[in-house]
Protein backbone atom coordinates (compact mmCIF):
# COMPACT_ATOMS: atom_id res chain seq x y z
CA UNK A 1 0.00 0.00 0.00
CA UNK A 2 3.09 2.60 1.07
CA UNK A 3 3.98 1.54 -2.35
CA UNK A 4 1.38 2.48 -4.52
CA UNK A 5 0.79 6.12 -2.33
CA UNK A 6 4.58 6.33 -3.18
CA UNK A 7 3.51 5.83 -7.10
CA UNK A 8 0.53 8.32 -6.63
CA UNK A 9 2.62 11.30 -5.76
CA UNK A 10 5.60 10.91 -7.90
CA UNK A 11 2.88 11.10 -10.90
CA UNK A 12 1.62 13.93 -9.54
CA UNK A 13 4.96 15.84 -8.72
CA UNK A 14 5.69 14.55 -12.28
CA UNK A 15 3.09 16.28 -13.42
CA UNK A 16 3.30 19.40 -11.33
CA UNK A 17 6.86 19.84 -12.59
CA UNK A 18 6.00 19.26 -16.13
CA UNK A 19 2.89 21.88 -16.18
CA UNK A 20 5.79 24.27 -14.75
CA UNK A 21 8.13 23.61 -17.45
CA UNK A 22 5.71 24.74 -19.84
CA UNK A 23 5.30 27.66 -18.41
CA UNK A 24 8.66 28.63 -18.11
CA UNK A 25 8.79 27.64 -21.96
CA UNK A 26 7.32 31.07 -23.04
CA UNK A 27 9.74 33.03 -20.27
CA UNK A 28 12.35 31.81 -21.35
CA UNK A 29 11.34 32.60 -25.04
CA UNK A 30 10.31 35.91 -24.46
CA UNK A 31 13.78 36.43 -22.24
CA UNK A 32 16.75 34.71 -23.93
CA UNK A 33 19.36 36.52 -21.95
CA UNK A 34 18.66 34.34 -19.23
CA UNK A 35 19.85 30.86 -21.19
CA UNK A 36 21.53 32.68 -23.91
CA UNK A 37 20.35 30.13 -26.56
CA UNK A 38 18.85 32.53 -28.78
CA UNK A 39 20.55 33.43 -32.19
CA UNK A 40 19.18 35.22 -35.24
CA UNK A 41 15.63 34.23 -33.75
CA UNK A 42 16.36 30.34 -33.28
CA UNK A 43 16.84 28.58 -29.76
CA UNK A 44 20.36 27.00 -30.45
CA UNK A 45 21.88 24.28 -28.73
CA UNK A 46 25.35 24.26 -28.00
CA UNK A 47 27.72 23.26 -30.43
CA UNK A 48 31.09 24.23 -29.08
CA UNK A 49 32.39 26.95 -26.53
CA UNK A 50 34.67 30.28 -26.74
CA UNK A 51 37.79 29.89 -24.18
CA UNK A 52 40.69 31.23 -23.74
CA UNK A 53 42.35 27.91 -23.15
CA UNK A 54 42.69 24.62 -24.61
CA UNK A 55 40.31 23.29 -23.24
CA UNK A 56 38.05 20.16 -25.29
CA UNK A 57 35.62 17.81 -24.19
CA UNK A 58 35.06 14.25 -25.45
CA UNK A 59 31.65 13.06 -25.55
CA UNK A 60 29.99 9.56 -25.91
CA UNK A 61 26.79 8.93 -27.44
CA UNK A 62 26.12 5.15 -25.20
CA UNK A 63 22.46 3.79 -26.04
CA UNK A 64 22.52 0.62 -27.43
CA UNK A 65 21.56 -2.63 -25.25
CA UNK A 66 24.56 -4.73 -26.79
CA UNK A 67 27.18 -2.76 -25.05
CA UNK A 68 30.55 -4.65 -25.68
CA UNK A 69 33.02 -1.58 -25.61
CA UNK A 70 32.23 0.60 -23.22
CA UNK A 71 33.91 -0.74 -20.46
CA UNK A 72 36.80 -1.02 -22.63
CA UNK A 73 36.78 2.38 -23.40
CA UNK A 74 35.96 3.22 -19.26
CA UNK A 75 39.24 1.70 -18.48
CA UNK A 76 41.42 3.30 -21.55
CA UNK A 77 40.28 6.64 -20.18
CA UNK A 78 40.85 5.88 -16.83
CA UNK A 79 44.36 4.77 -17.84
CA UNK A 80 44.97 8.36 -19.04
CA UNK A 81 43.65 9.37 -16.15
CA UNK A 82 41.31 11.29 -18.95
CA UNK A 83 37.07 12.56 -17.56
CA UNK A 84 34.75 12.09 -20.22
CA UNK A 85 30.66 13.23 -20.85
CA UNK A 86 28.58 9.89 -21.70
CA UNK A 87 25.31 10.54 -22.81
CA UNK A 88 22.80 8.09 -21.73
CA UNK A 89 19.21 7.00 -22.20
CA UNK A 90 16.88 5.71 -19.48
CA UNK A 91 16.94 1.93 -20.85
CA UNK A 92 20.74 2.03 -21.35
CA UNK A 93 21.66 2.73 -17.88
CA UNK A 94 18.58 -0.19 -16.95
CA UNK A 95 20.76 -3.12 -18.69
CA UNK A 96 24.09 -1.64 -17.40
CA UNK A 97 23.34 -0.09 -14.03
CA UNK A 98 26.68 -1.58 -13.07
CA UNK A 99 28.88 -0.16 -15.46
CA UNK A 100 27.10 3.19 -15.21
CA UNK A 101 28.38 3.40 -11.43
CA UNK A 102 31.76 2.35 -12.53
CA UNK A 103 31.72 5.16 -15.20
CA UNK A 104 30.30 7.57 -12.01
CA UNK A 105 32.33 6.77 -9.56
CA UNK A 106 35.40 7.04 -12.35
CA UNK A 107 34.64 11.02 -12.34
CA UNK A 108 32.96 10.71 -15.63
CA UNK A 109 29.87 12.34 -16.73
CA UNK A 110 26.18 10.68 -17.15
CA UNK A 111 24.30 12.90 -19.15
CA UNK A 112 20.95 12.59 -20.40
CA UNK A 113 20.05 11.14 -23.98
CA UNK A 114 16.03 10.55 -23.28
CA UNK A 115 14.71 7.14 -22.67
CA UNK A 116 14.39 5.52 -26.02
CA UNK A 117 15.03 5.73 -29.68
CA UNK A 118 11.70 7.28 -30.92
CA UNK A 119 12.71 11.15 -31.65
CA UNK A 120 11.37 13.17 -29.20
CA UNK A 121 10.83 16.12 -31.33
CA UNK A 122 7.99 13.96 -32.45
CA UNK A 123 6.36 13.94 -29.46
CA UNK A 124 3.77 16.75 -27.79
CA UNK A 125 5.94 19.02 -25.11
CA UNK A 126 4.19 17.45 -21.88
CA UNK A 127 5.98 13.53 -23.11
CA UNK A 128 9.18 15.41 -23.99
CA UNK A 129 9.70 16.82 -20.49
CA UNK A 130 8.11 13.50 -18.93
CA UNK A 131 10.69 11.52 -20.88
CA UNK A 132 13.75 13.80 -20.32
CA UNK A 133 12.80 13.77 -16.63
CA UNK A 134 12.68 9.83 -16.80
CA UNK A 135 16.35 9.54 -17.79
CA UNK A 136 17.02 12.39 -15.36
CA UNK A 137 15.79 9.80 -12.36
CA UNK A 138 17.80 7.10 -14.19
CA UNK A 139 20.92 9.17 -13.58
CA UNK A 140 20.30 10.05 -10.50
CA UNK A 141 19.96 7.31 -9.26
CA UNK A 142 23.15 6.28 -10.35
CA UNK A 143 25.37 9.29 -9.72
CA UNK A 144 23.12 10.75 -6.84
CA UNK A 145 23.06 13.98 -8.65
CA UNK A 146 20.36 14.96 -11.17
CA UNK A 147 21.88 15.34 -14.79
CA UNK A 148 22.04 19.21 -16.11
CA UNK A 149 23.14 18.65 -19.77
CA UNK A 150 20.66 16.99 -22.79
CA UNK A 151 21.79 15.80 -26.05
CA UNK A 152 18.68 14.86 -28.55
CA UNK A 153 18.86 11.53 -30.32
CA UNK A 154 20.17 11.31 -33.76
CA UNK A 155 21.34 14.85 -33.45
CA UNK A 156 17.61 15.87 -34.25
CA UNK A 157 16.28 18.87 -32.30
CA UNK A 158 14.12 22.11 -32.77
CA UNK A 159 13.33 25.34 -31.29
CA UNK A 160 10.28 23.56 -28.97
CA UNK A 161 12.21 20.68 -28.18
CA UNK A 162 15.79 23.52 -26.70
CA UNK A 163 12.84 25.81 -24.95
CA UNK A 164 10.74 22.72 -23.51
CA UNK A 165 14.77 21.33 -22.05
CA UNK A 166 15.56 24.90 -21.13
CA UNK A 167 12.12 24.88 -18.98
CA UNK A 168 13.69 22.19 -16.76
CA UNK A 169 17.04 23.95 -16.11
CA UNK A 170 18.78 22.01 -18.84
CA UNK A 171 21.19 22.90 -21.35
CA UNK A 172 21.01 21.30 -25.14
CA UNK A 173 24.55 20.41 -26.61
CA UNK A 174 25.88 18.77 -29.67
CA UNK A 175 29.11 18.75 -31.25
CA UNK A 176 31.71 20.64 -33.51
CA UNK A 177 33.65 17.58 -34.16
CA UNK A 178 31.86 14.67 -35.77
CA UNK A 179 34.92 11.27 -35.53
CA UNK A 180 32.46 9.62 -38.16
CA UNK A 181 32.26 6.26 -36.00
CA UNK A 182 28.48 5.63 -36.17
CA UNK A 183 29.01 6.33 -40.19
CA UNK A 184 31.40 2.88 -40.27
CA UNK A 185 34.91 4.97 -40.17
CA UNK A 186 37.80 2.65 -38.64
CA UNK A 187 40.34 3.98 -36.17
CA UNK A 188 42.74 5.48 -38.23
CA UNK A 189 39.99 7.40 -40.33
CA UNK A 190 38.30 8.67 -36.69
CA UNK A 191 41.95 9.27 -35.28
CA UNK A 192 42.65 11.39 -38.37
CA UNK A 193 39.08 13.04 -37.85
CA UNK A 194 39.09 14.16 -34.26
CA UNK A 195 42.49 15.27 -34.37
CA UNK A 196 42.59 17.45 -37.76
CA UNK A 197 39.39 19.03 -36.54
CA UNK A 198 40.57 19.96 -33.11
CA UNK A 199 40.29 23.07 -31.87
CA UNK A 200 39.75 25.19 -28.38
CA UNK A 201 36.56 24.73 -26.96
CA UNK A 202 35.03 21.69 -29.30
CA UNK A 203 32.82 19.00 -28.39
CA UNK A 204 33.30 15.60 -30.19
CA UNK A 205 31.33 12.93 -30.66
CA UNK A 206 31.77 9.74 -30.40
CA UNK A 207 29.79 6.31 -29.64
CA UNK A 208 31.36 4.28 -26.71
CA UNK A 209 29.90 0.59 -28.22
CA UNK A 210 31.55 0.66 -31.56
CA UNK A 211 34.66 -1.50 -31.58
CA UNK A 212 36.51 1.05 -33.60
CA UNK A 213 36.02 3.63 -31.32
CA UNK A 214 37.78 1.76 -28.55
CA UNK A 215 40.32 0.84 -31.01
CA UNK A 216 41.18 4.64 -31.82
CA UNK A 217 40.93 6.17 -28.31
CA UNK A 218 44.14 5.65 -27.32
CA UNK A 219 45.54 7.43 -30.51
CA UNK A 220 42.95 10.31 -29.80
CA UNK A 221 44.00 10.88 -26.83
CA UNK A 222 47.64 10.70 -27.36
CA UNK A 223 47.05 13.13 -30.29
CA UNK A 224 45.14 15.77 -28.20
CA UNK A 225 47.53 15.46 -25.03
CA UNK A 226 50.36 16.27 -26.93
CA UNK A 227 48.87 19.07 -28.84
CA UNK A 228 48.52 20.71 -25.48
CA UNK A 229 44.72 20.58 -25.16
CA UNK A 230 43.07 19.83 -21.84
CA UNK A 231 40.20 17.07 -21.97
CA UNK A 232 37.41 18.03 -19.21
CA UNK A 233 33.94 16.88 -19.73
CA UNK A 234 31.32 18.81 -21.10
CA UNK A 235 29.91 20.35 -18.59
CA UNK A 236 33.39 21.83 -17.28
CA UNK A 237 33.62 22.78 -20.83
CA UNK A 238 30.82 25.18 -20.83
CA UNK A 239 30.34 28.79 -19.76
CA UNK A 240 28.64 29.24 -16.37
CA UNK A 241 28.50 32.87 -16.83
CA UNK A 242 25.62 35.19 -18.95
CA UNK A 243 26.89 34.04 -22.28
CA UNK A 244 25.08 34.77 -25.99
CA UNK A 245 25.11 31.57 -28.70
CA UNK A 246 26.72 32.54 -32.39
CA UNK A 247 24.90 31.52 -35.32
CA UNK A 248 27.18 28.69 -35.77
CA UNK A 249 25.96 27.23 -32.29
CA UNK A 250 29.18 28.66 -30.71
CA UNK A 251 28.45 29.76 -26.63
CA UNK A 252 30.26 33.13 -26.38
CA UNK A 253 30.76 35.51 -23.09
CA UNK A 254 28.46 37.99 -22.61
Not at 44 to 67: C, H, M, W
Amino acid sequence: MRGKIFLIRRKYITALAVALAVVAIFYIINHPRLVGDRAAGRLLPIYSVQREDRAISLTFNTAEAEDFYTAEVLEILNTHGIRATFFVTVDWVGQHEALATRLAMGGHELMNLGDDHRPLRQMSMEELQSRVLACNDAIRLVTGEPPTVFRALYGQYDDRMVAGVGALGMHTVQWSIDSGDRRGAEAPAITRQVLSRAAPGGIVLLHSHLEQTALALPEVLVGLLEAGYELVPVSELMLQTEYTISLTGRQIPG
